[in-house]
């Protein structure tokens, strides 16, 4: 319970510390080992999968934003499948709800789904996210909106 208090946990209240020390320590409630118990690397995952949304599956890199809007124009890079995939969208434009389309060098493609042959033999890509109402495919043709059950 001493954790629930911030002030006296004295940590960061995103990490997971190895110990924390007790009363009798010249520091109670000092935490300590924070960024060694495997709390950085969730951190990272959970900004870079459920933030800026890239998420590698069996069939491809999904790429589903879902930004507060003060986090304004973002560019992140990952390496998927021995490619450097640089995706940028502007996190003001969000819509939550709607589909994002994507643009891989400048070209629509029909999901938000980047498979292995957009990337095959490329050392790099680049990815453009939007979001919209209405997704284009390929053939730049309107195509029906995802629906969400």
């Known amino acids: ?5 911030a002030e006296a946990y ?17 520091t109670p409630g000092k935490a300590g080992w924070t960024w060694y ?4 690397a969730w951190l990272n995952r959970v900004c870079l999968e459920s933030v800026l949304g890239l998420r590698p ?12 809007p003060g986090l304004g124009n973002i560019q992140v890079s990952r390496l998927w499948r021995g490619t450097k995939v640089t995706v940028r969208f502007d996190a003001a434009k969000h819509v939550a709800g709607a589909p994002v389309g994507l643009r891989v060098g400048g070209v629509p493609i029909e999901s938000n ?12 890509i680049e990815v453009d996210a939007e979001w919209s109402a209405w997704v284009r ?11 969400t059950p």
């Open 113 to 124: 789904i980047l498979l292995p042959e957009h990337v095959q033999g490329l050392s790099s």
């Open 37 to 40: 118990t495997g709390s950085a």
């Open 137 to 147: 495919s390929s053939a730049d043709r309107v195509v029906s909106p995802r629906r």
């Open 57 to 68: 599956t069996w069939d491809g890199l999904v790429i589903d934003p879902c930004p507060w």
């Open 10 to 26: 004295r940590a960061e209240p995103f990490v997971t510390p190895g110990n924390v020390d007790g009363p009798d320590s010249q």
């Open 1 to 5: 319970l001493r954790a629930a208090d």
